[in-house]
């Protein structure tokens, strides 16, 4: 579920430096991964155009990463399970058992419990 040549929307994601989900997006933006901001109370995070909701992004979005609280995750996958993705990589503490149940009975390809950051970094070789 890690490859350059694929887009990354960051549920989550903020201009907080402090906060673990400005160090997810900037970690992977940084690493040369394409990754779209999605937060509705954000412009802009580093350079690129935040988006309010998934659903203004208007192209493919290959894995969703989420940063969010559980009850978020749930609220997104559970409605929007067959918007323009596949794939979802729930970052600890973002995950939560309905959601996993969902992905398992919809076909959904997932990742929990494993943080993207250490993932792309052992995927390198770093």
């Known amino acids: ?42 412009e802009k995070i580093l350079w690129k155009k935040c988006y309010k909701k998934l659903q203004n992004y208007k192209k493919w979005i290959d894995v969703i990463i989420f940063v969010t609280q559980p009850d978020v995750t749930e609220n997104i996958v559970l409605n929007l399970w067959n918007y323009k993705f596949k794939k979802i990589w729930m970052q600890p503490w973002s995950e939560s058992k309905k959601v996993i149940l969902f992905c398992e009975q919809k076909n959904i390809d997932f990742v929990t419990n494993s943080c993207i950051m250490i993932q792309s970094k052992n995927k390198a070789g770093i």
């Open 1 to 42: 579920m890690i490859d350059k040549n694929f887009t990354y929307a960051v549920v989550g994601a903020s201009n907080d430096q402090n906060k673990y989900w400005y160090k997810v997006f900037e970690n992977l933006l940084s690493a040369g991964y394409k990754v779209i901001p999605i937060n509705p109370s954000e």
